[in-house]
């Protein structure tokens, strides 16, 4: 991971990338119980969290599942600081870093590119035109030479697929 | 402080420093509590003549192999994307000791085995494990307030475990009994009491 190995630019882009994501979470998080003057602390907290403990990422994992564990914390701890209104803090309430996000910033990216080059082709292929780039079924059925219900299979079995390698970490 | 001028100073502030491996700190630990034991207790008869027998060296692999698992433990825990617990090397190595007390009970006198219990070997055991683990977590603690625990909890339990057991095996160069009934006991409770006392008393200094 070049950001960590010292590289400024890809540090940049990395923090760049991801504040908008971190904010969109907490925003949805904590707009629930009226706080969103808070969101910009938070993700100034979790910011900051990422640059101290970037020693912690290993590179074998997602960095976004980690900067999202890091985020939970920091969010956690600073609606535990002010004591506020209660709030469920079960997983089942946390928004996803992924739903909404942009797939094209720095760390989603990279994520996606690894996690999508573990299925076998063209499963990833089809998967990142269909929901990242857009692209139809009826498209890809052409531009592969399947059928438009082979597509689904594959796109079906090929999201099971990266859920299960998402679980697993 | 607007977001975008955070990200500029953290992207020209020198990187942090990263802090001590946790293995580093173990081995440093066994190395510290052996030092202590030469000094204050001495080394026990056959390996202070160069002739450890074969159980010494099965109650050092007994030891080690409590000190790695709790440590990797430890390293999982101390970061913050928590990661799937792996039960089998803690399983291995209970089944591993229970074959060890199988045996000596089915092969040894009883009487034998609970008398190791009754030789001023056994509080210096527990003393001594508790006290050099003690110092060990409490540099366990000082070095993962540096990391991220997903859940302080666990991670300050598992320092105790990971500080007594390194602190045992630095210990067990003085200690003449090999009994795996004896091991099990004198150096099972202080590791429990260390992690009972580590998610007891911890887990705040490890906020983050």
């Not at chain 1, 990395?14 to 907490?26: C, E, H, K, N, S």
């Not at chain 2, 060890?100 to 008398?115: F, K, P, Q, S, Y």
């Amino acid at each position: 991971m070049r950001a960590r190995g010292g590289d400024a630019h890809a540090y940049k882009q990395l923090l760049t990338g991801f504040a908008p994501v971190i904010r969109r979470m907490v925003a949805a998080r904590v707009g629930r119980w009226g706080g969103q003057h808070y969101v910009e602390d938070i993700t100034q907290d979790t910011l900051l969290a990422i640059h101290l403990k970037l020693h912690t990422y290993d590179a074998d994992m997602p960095l976004l599942a980690w900067v999202n564990a890091v985020a939970r914390h920091k969010l956690i701890d600073h609606l535990r600081r002010i004591k506020g209104a209660t709030v469920s803090l079960d997983e089942e309430g946390m928004p996803e870093l992924v739903d909404g996000a942009n797939p094209e910033a720095p760390g989603i990216a990279l994520d996606l590119r690894k996690l999508l080059g573990m299925l076998k082709p063209p499963a990833g292929e089809i998967i990142y035109a269909l929901r990242v780039e857009g692209a139809s079924v009826r498209e890809l059925a052409a531009a592969h030479g399947l059928s438009e219900s082979n597509i689904k299979v594959i796109v079906h079995r090929g999201l099971q697929k990266l859920s299960q390698l998402a679980r697993a970490g | 402080m607007k977001t975008n001028d955070l990200i500029s100073i953290l992207t020209q502030a020198a990187p942090p420093r990263r802090p001590m491996r946790l293995g580093l700190a173990a081995a440093i630990i066994t190395l510290l509590s052996a030092v202590a034991t030469i000094i204050v207790l001495g080394l026990r008869p056959g390996l202070a003549a160069g002739h450890p027998p074969a159980s010494f060296w099965m109650k050092t692999l007994l030891l080690g192999w409590m000190a790695v698992v709790s440590l990797a433990a430890l390293d999982r825990a101390s970061k913050p994307l928590a990661t799937k617990r792996r039960i089998w090397p803690m399983a291995a190595l209970a089944i591993f000791a229970a074959i060890c007390v199988a045996i000596e009970w089915a092969t040894v006198d009883a009487r034998t085995i609970l008398g190791g219990f009754l030789l001023p070997n056994f509080p210096c055991c527990l003393i001594s494990v508790t006290i050099y683990g003690s110092a060990g977590m409490a540099g366990f603690v000082g070095l993962i307030r540096r990391y991220a625990p997903a859940d302080p909890e666990r991670c300050a339990g598992l320092a105790g475990l990971a500080a007594a057991a390194a602190a045992a095996v630095g210990y067990s160069i003085h200690c003449p009994l090999d009994s795996p009934t004896f091991i099990v006991v004198a150096y099972g409770l202080p590791m429990i009491a260390l992690w009972a006392l580590g998610r007891w008393l911890l887990p705040r200094k490890l906020n983050w």
